[in-house]
């Protein structure tokens, strides 16, 4: 299973980003898709998760503010980042649940990691 990042970059305090992440490969069944992200100095913390039937979870830095989504058929997960702050400056990485073989446990993928910079 890859998991490939899209959408990071540069943007103003106060701005908007959107991140994606697909997934490819041989697999069954994709559960839970999420994105982490560690900024310089600090530990990786989650940011947002989705299972596979839509309920969401979100840290509490980035409720109201970030929008969490998936697009089962394109095995695709997204992140709408608004109201950004300078704190959101982190590297982004996805992750998902998969399993893939029936009858066999559940993996973890990552995504390589994709930076957001938020400036004053």
């Known amino acids: 299973v890859q998991l490939q990042a899209f959408g990071g970059g540069l943007a103003q305090a106060g701005g908007s980003l959107r991140l994606s992440c697909a997934a490819s490969g041989r697999f069954v069944r994709i559960y839970d898709m999420g994105w982490y992200r560690q900024a310089p100095g600090k530990t990786r913390e989650l940011v947002a998760v989705?299972?596979?039937?839509?309920?969401?979870n979100y840290a509490d830095s980035v409720k109201g503010r970030f929008t969490i989504s998936r697009d089962n058929a394109k095995n695709t997960v997204y992140l709408e980042m608004s109201s950004l702050k300078t704190e959101d400056t982190a590297a982004y990485s996805c992750?998902?649940?998969?399993?893939?073989?029936?009858?066999?446990?559940?993996?973890?993928?990552w995504g390589q990691g994709t930076l957001v910079t938020v400036s004053s």
């Open positions: 989705i299972g596979n039937s839509g309920s969401t």
């Open positions: 992750n998902a649940n998969v399993r893939i073989h029936w009858g066999r446990s559940t993996v973890d993928a």
